[in-house]
């Protein structure tokens, strides 16, 4: 990340419209792609595909999504997944084998084929979700009805969410109107001029993108806008994947014996294009005391995903306490990896008591 400001992490910056210049990409999967505003907006648009019938998602999950669902009146049930050798894993057992379910590429870890071969032997309507890998082998060679990705968590975009239907299934009537990003535009420009060294106050600009969160949180369904769809439409930059593999491998090389003793790395050793650098802290106080420290160090986590007490298993609550996610996109270059990394060690062998 060449810059005057060293950050790593939190919302994307407008990178001087580098996506609208030429590259190398991937199309997107499936015949028939709507781009839409937002992730939210698909499981709206099946709503009468979905009928009378339970929506079932895995326990371990966006919270504020599924609650966005639940308002629009879509029934919801909760299906056990858990963490075990390094990914997040499905219980099949509680995954009904009728009705409609909502599966999950966690942090593009997942080659979908268990998911592939349950639907092939049970009566379910499956919707999946690939937001954090849009474009990975289990998105473009899927069998599932319905398919999305939030872009927007990926890419450098305002807005933005691909969907489909990678078997061919009837789709749902698209939106006409399309989103107004001024608020998430403006806030991006700010951000790229601060990263530059300008005096621009911080605050306003996180202040301009909370603006834009509330619009496309509580809007109608809407299509992306045409600044951004033009910057997509052609496919994902496979730079955007090659740097992704690149820089987790750096982190992760980099991290001393003392920092694997208090985290569980994931395991992405054979994931093309992972979302993010993941790893389990032995308890929630370690993660929260990491997280501040890195904080404080100009590397801001995410946490996926924050859970409301008494809507979630205890089992699901304790693992959203105890995840972080380092940022490890195409913003940044290896030596950035190697400071992470840096900080990282250094809370566990000198700064923590």
Known sequence: ?????????????????????????????????????????????????????????????????IEYWQRQGISTKPYRVYFSHGKINVDYSSVPKSGVVLAVNYFGADDGEQWMDYKSLHDILLIEDHTHAPVSHWACTSTADYAFSSLRKTMPISEGCAFWSPNGSTMPAPPTQHFDPKYKKKAMALKQRYLNGEQIVKNDFLALYAEGEQVLAEGEPLLASPHSYYRFITGFPTEYIDSRRRNLDVLYDNLSECCREHLELFDLSSVQSPFGAVFKCLDGSLRSELRSYLIANNVYCAVHWPQKEGCVTKESMVLSECLITVSIDQRYTKADMCIVAQLINRFFEHERI
């Open 1 to 65: 990340m060449e810059s005057d400001c060293w950050e790593v992490g939190s919302e994307f910056h407008d990178p001087e419209c580098e996506l609208e210049h030429g590259s190398e990409r991937v199309s997107w999967p499936g015949k028939l792609v709507y781009f839409l505003a937002s992730g939210r907006l698909p499981v709206l648009l099946l709503k009468a595909i979905i009928g009378d019938r339970v929506l079932h998602y895995p326990d371990f999950f966006c919270w504020d999504v």
